[in-house]
């Protein structure tokens, strides 16, 4: 055991490895404190902290909207979050004489916006037989959890709609990024052009631009990097560079397989903006439960993954969704 590693901690690390392996209910008795109310289906086990810190990990590396976003830190005692929002400025200042007097603003407006954390569930049956010769369980069931979990979350952060799950990026809606942001000049209703990419660039604000990246489905980027500007010089640059990303127009493209990648007249097929601007708010860790015993007639140990979480884009102004023509 190295010099600094808890006993404790290491004790009780050992222990869940155990259940996750083979359901020892004499493990489950050391810990018993560790149960829930329900010991009649052998309870569920709550993950040691090193187990559900690594999970949270691997979904931060297969999920890059976790780690490009703004991950608000975890609600506590509450079941929701709301952020006062400015909807209109003022528009009262006026040049005037000395004596003029100043005209009272009636622009100025304010509004809220709410995160409330939904549930999302897992479950993965698993063989006693498998878990029991298998020398890394508990790593086989936090990769098939974490590339699970993972694909959902990509999928909500770009196409969800907000309904019991996170509002996705490419989703016309007035709690997220509404059609004002939509982007189709220059393209034409089949394709996207480089007129229609310089178009999507400059929509956004000066202020933004800093740590604007482009977000793609890589078809679409396959018919990007075929694009020429007018001097015959390919838009796309790829990175020769290990490790460097590649650029479009002087910004990052990130790749996704759960962006539109659909191409017909007035979809979505990209996105130009500062991706902290988009928020995501959990309310809970993740959660394991092991049921060693409801599947004991067919041999198998039920693994019970629970999330709770929403996500949405907070700022329209630092986004423009690549459209293609009507």
């Known amino acids: 055991m190295a010099r600094n590693e808890n006993p404790k901690a290491k004790e009780r690390m050992d222990a869940f490895v155990n259940v996750l392996r083979d359901g020892s209910q004499s493990a489950m008795q050391i810990y018993a404190a560790l149960q829930q109310d329900n010991p009649t289906q052998a309870g569920y086990l709550v993950a040691p902290e090193q187990f559900v810190s ?24 509450a079941h929701s979050l709301g952020y006062p929002t400015r909807t209109a400025g003022m528009a009262s200042f006026a040049w005037g004489t000395e004596l003029s007097a100043p005209t009272a603003d009636t622009s100025l407006a304010f509004g809220k916006r709410e995160f409330k954390p939904r549930p999302g569930t897992s479950e993965i049956l698993i063989s006693k037989t498998l878990v029991r010769n ?13 590339e699970e979990v993972a694909a959902k979350l990509e999928t909500a952060y770009m196409t969800g709609n907000g309904a019991n799950c996170p509002l996705g990026l490419f989703v016309a809606s007035a709690d997220g990024i509404n059609t004002d942001r939509d982007i189709s000049t220059g393209n034409t209703a089949t394709d996207i052009k480089f007129d229609g990419l310089m178009e999507a660039k400059f929509a956004i604000k000066d202020k933004y631009q800093p740590r604007c990246e482009w977000v793609f489905h890589r078809d679409a980027i396959k018919r990007i990097a075929k694009l020429k500007d007018s001097n015959g010089q390919y838009v796309w640059q790829p990175s020769v560079q290990m490790g460097a990303p590649d650029m479009l127009l002087g910004k990052r493209v990130n790749s996704s397989e759960y962006a539109p990648n659909t191409f017909g007249a007035g979809l979505y097929v990209g996105i130009y903006g500062d991706l902290t601007n988009y928020w995501i708010c959990d309310s809970m860790g993740m959660e394991i439960q092991v049921l060693a015993e409801l599947y004991a007639r067919t041999n198998q140990i039920d693994y019970l993954c629970r999330i709770e979480t929403d996500g949405a884009p907070v700022m329209p102004a630092a986004f423009a969704r690549v459209t293609l023509g009507q």
């Open 54 to 77: 690594e999970l949270i990990k691997e979904l931060a590396d297969n999920t890059f909207m976790r780690q490009k976003a703004r991950v608000l830190p975890p609600l506590s005692g």
């Open 134 to 146: 298998v020398a890394n369980a508990d790593a086989l069931i936090r990769g098939e959890i974490a």
